[in-house]
């Protein structure tokens, strides 16, 4: 079975539980501990990734891990994951699980390159336009690209909307070279 696929169904489920039982944010707090927890601890993720390592010692290192410190639905569904031997996807998992929270919520993520820093004016008064153009809560991030020239690239979603002076200059070229 596909990894996209194994890791959409157990976050979507896990999501589902979590709106049922009206425990979606404590949920999605424990996700971003485990997800950070993976990355600055691979460690942690090569005792779940270990086929030597026996489901019964893992649910042991689960539990004096975590159980003082997730939501009793997280500790449940962690141990799912290993009765199932699914906990070699739980990074994927997690990655899903955060997607389909902020989609829940309606969150969208936007980026902005631009060929000068945005003062906090602008890049506010962007934010906001976004949030009231997506009918949702627009995270903006940005960076600077010297080579733009001028103007900037804006990336909502799958969507890019390039107003740079470089890609105009380039498109301008490929005219009069066709042409």
């Known amino acids: 079975m596909n990894t996209s696929i194994i890791s959409t169904r157990y976050a979507r489920a896990l999501i589902l539980v979590g709106i049922e039982q009206n425990c979606i944010e404590p949920l999605n707090d424990d996700i971003t501990l485990l997800r950070r927890t993976l990355k600055e601890n691979p460690m942690f993720g090569q005792v779940l990734n270990s086929p030597v390592i026996k489901p019964v010692q893992k649910h042991k290192v689960i539990d004096e891990l975590l159980a003082k410190s997730v939501h009793p639905m997280t500790l449940s569904f962690l141990h ?15 990655r899903r699980f955060t997607e389909l929270y902020e989609a829940h919520k309606g969150v969208k993520h936007a980026h902005i390159t631009s060929s000068t820093e945005l003062d906090t004016q602008v890049s506010g008064g962007l934010q906001k336009k976004l949030n009231e153009l997506y009918h949702a809560d ?13 103007g900037f690239i804006l990336r909502v979603d799958d969507r890019q909307y390039d107003a740079s002076l470089a890609s105009g200059l380039k498109r301008m070229k490929k005219e009069l070279i066709k042409n």
């Open 80 to 94: 799912v994951l290993i009765r199932k031997k699914r906990d070699i996807f739980l990074d994927d998992i997690a």
């Open 138 to 150: 627009v995270q903006l991030t940005s960076d600077v690209n010297a080579a733009l020239i001028g």
